[in-house]
């Protein structure tokens, strides 16, 4: 049987659940995820280190989460901005069905599960938060940014959590070099993984 990964688009086999226990965005709460999701057993350290900037998260309209596995970030920024809906997209249907499940759990209603392809094309997005799938390589990952960061409002701004041994500063050398209506600059460093920052300007 082949290895499963995170971003295969329908896992084999029965999904199996556990709870685990989670901070996220200052509240203690319990969450389902699956072994067939990243991070299955914890919040990973780089969406940890993302979530420590999330005072910057705008306060209302659309925020976009890419690849949002069983939610830890879509549902940090549900609880923090209520004003705010949060859109969170996978190609894992698993995923989406777990982080739908979480935020019935926590009882928000300020989420939206869908696949990429699925999300209206009328929809523009104050703001993006992402640990993106760096493992599905450079070329699947460029064509990420470039379907969705030129999604964002003009002002709007994408934080995006990169490992450093993963690729981090060739990732924001191409942002800089190739997305050229965005400012693109690292805004933290952090437990080995870099936070950069992406704002759309023209």
């Known amino acids: 049987m082949p290895q499963e990964h995170y971003f295969s688009n329908e896992p084999a086999g029965e999904i199996k659940t556990k709870t685990i226990s989670v901070n996220l965005a200052g509240r203690e709460v319990t969450v389902l995820t699956s072994g067939s999701m990243f991070s299955p057993d914890h919040v990973?350290?780089?969406?940890?280190?993302?979530?420590?900037h999330l005072e910057l998260a705008p306060d209302d309209g659309n925020i976009l989460d890419i690849g949002c596995g069983w939610g830890p970030i879509t549902l940090a920024l549900a609880i923090a901005r209520p004003?705010?809906?949060?859109?969170?997209?996978?190609?894992?249907?698993?995923?989406?069905?777990?982080?739908?499940?979480?935020?019935?759990?926590?009882?928000?209603?300020?989420?939206?599960?869908?696949?990429?392809?699925?999300?209206?094309?009328?929809?523009?997005?104050?703001?993006?938060?992402?640990?993106?799938?760096?493992?599905?390589?450079?070329?699947?990952?460029?064509?990420?940014?470039?379907?969705?960061?030129?999604?964002?409002?003009?002002?709007?701004?994408?934080?995006?959590?990169?490992?450093?041994?993963?690729?981090?500063?060739?990732?924001?050398?191409?942002?800089?070099?190739?997305?050229?209506?965005?400012?693109?600059?690292?805004?933290?460093?952090?437990?080995?993984f870099r936070v950069f920052q992406v704002t759309r300007e023209s």
């Not at 990973?44 to 420590?52: A, F, I, N, P």
């Not at 709007?156 to 490992?163: F, H, I």
């Open 83 to 192: 004003e705010a809906t949060i859109w969170a997209i996978d190609v894992n249907e698993r995923a989406l069905e777990l982080t739908r499940k979480n935020a019935e759990r926590l009882g928000l209603t300020n989420i939206r599960t869908a696949l990429p392809e699925a999300v209206p094309v009328d929809i523009s997005f104050n703001g993006i938060w992402s640990n993106p799938p760096i493992r599905v390589g450079k070329e699947v990952l460029h064509e990420i940014m470039q379907t969705w960061l030129p999604r964002m409002v003009i002002g709007g701004d994408a934080y995006l959590v990169v490992q450093k041994h993963l690729g981090s500063d060739s990732l924001l050398k191409w942002l800089q070099d190739t997305m050229t209506s965005f400012d693109s600059s690292r805004l933290d460093t952090a437990k080995t």
């Open 44 to 52: 990973d350290t780089g969406t940890k280190v993302l979530l420590e």
